[in-house]
Structure formats: structure tokens, C-alpha cells
């Protein structure tokens, strides 16, 4: 088994529809250990949806939109990760996380600790919007001093090439292309977007290692 961890600089900026969209290019499963908080569809549901790939049913499925050791509390019981171990697929997995990397799971664990428990390639997911450059590069170094190998940074917006570059040198890390905003968002269009933008050579390459 094979899998690739989407994670991102902060809630909202955009990694479930990567997730989708490099779950579709890689014929892959998707996977989401924690979903906190229940509206008209879950990140699963979003997923299977614009991929036509199937996804795994979440480890814990909470209803209140918060960090998931909130939500869980909310709900009376607490987030053990140790039942959060990567499931075995016949595919590549995609596990996405939720929010950032300090995100706490309970009180003692955060997704972090999870994510270097895993060791897997991980794609860090940034908006090109005020403030990224900051939030990336904390990401990263969080990432490297916990050991978790990083296949790159995917941005998600506008293009802002002198922010992007800047990100590149400053975090020595690949640039894994730019997802543009998609409308209407289809499966073919995220298909066409994703292969127009996206360095889907590199991911692949980073699952060889």
C-alpha cells in the first residue's frame, strides 16, 4: 500500500478539492481521519463525488464545526490515534487531514504527531493570498522537525509568481503547480484543471522512494 498526505497552511483554503482532484489523477482512495462538522456533504462525499473514486468512511464522524478534539468532547468521547493507522487499499491512498498542522486531535496529539507517526510523503497545500508566506513557511519547518518527508508545496488561488518563488527558495521545496479557482466546478473540469496545472510527475515520483 501506497499513500500521500494532503495537509494545508489553514482551514478553507481549498485541499479537499486537490484531494479530488489527485485522488481522480491517480486512480487513487480516498481517505479522511477525522471529519468535524456535518453540513450538506462531507469532505468523503465531496470527494467521491468530483472524482468518481471511491472513499473510505471517515474514522471518527462528528457533528460540531470545530478542531476535532472539540468537537469530539462535544460528542463525550475523546479521538484515540491509534485507531487512525493508514487503511490498506489496493490503490494509492490520499488521507487528508483537517485545518493545519497543529490542529490537536485530543489533548495531548496533534495531526502532526499523527502525520510523523505515518511517515508518509506529505503535499502542503498554501493559498496565494496575504499572509501565505509566513503560514507556509512555519508549515514546513513544523513538517521537517517533526521528519515527515514533503513532496512539495500545491497552491490553491490567483497566481502570485514572486510569492510562490519566494515560498520555493526560502522553504527549499517543490513547487507542485497552482490550482486555479474553478468555475462551475465539475469533474471534468477539476480533471482539466488539475492536468493542465498540477505536477503530477513529482507526486508520482515521491511514492517511488
Known amino acids: 500500500m501506497t499513500a500521500l ?76 490515534p491509534d485507531t487512525l493507522t493508514l487503511p490498506e487499499t489496493d490503490t494509492v491512498l490520499v488521507a487528508e487531514g483537517a485545518g493545519g498542522l497543529m490542529v490537536p486531535l485530543n489533548r495531548r496529539v496533534l495531526y502532526l504527531d499523527l502525520f510523523a507517526r505515518w511517515g508518509a510523503p506529505v503535499i502542503l497545500c498554501a493559498r496565494t493570498r496575504l499572509g501565505t508566506i509566513n503560514h507556509t513557511l512555519l508549515s514546513l519547518r513544523a513538517l521537517r522537525e517533526a521528519g515527515c518527508p514533503v513532496v512539495g508545496v500545491a497552491f490553491v488561488g490567483e497566481a502570485e509568481p514572486q510569492v510562490e518563488q519566494t515560498i520555493v527558495d526560502f522553504g527549499k521545496v517543490a513547487h507542485l503547480g497552482r490550482l486555479p479557482m474553478i468555475d462551475p466546478l465539475t469533474p471534468e473540469t477539476l480533471a ?18
Open 192 to 209: 482539466q484543471a488539475f492536468a493542465a496545472h498540477i505536477d503530477c510527475d513529482t507526486i508520482r515520483k515521491a511514492l517511488t522512494r
Open 5 to 80: 498526505i494532503v495537509t494545508g497552511t489553514d482551514t478553507e483554503i481549498g485541499k479537499t478539492v486537490f484531494s479530488a482532484g489527485l485522488v481522480q489523477a491517480l486512480g487513487g482512495t480516498y481517505w479522511k481521519p477525522v471529519q468535524s462538522g456535518i453540513e450538506a456533504e462531507t469532505d468523503s462525499q465531496i470527494v467521491a463525488r468530483l472524482s468518481g473514486r471511491p472513499a473510505l468512511p471517515e474514522g471518527y464522524l462528528l457533528q460540531l464545526p470545530a478542531s476535532p478534539h472539540l468537537s469530539a468532547e462535544a460528542e463525550g468521547v475523546e479521538i484515540d
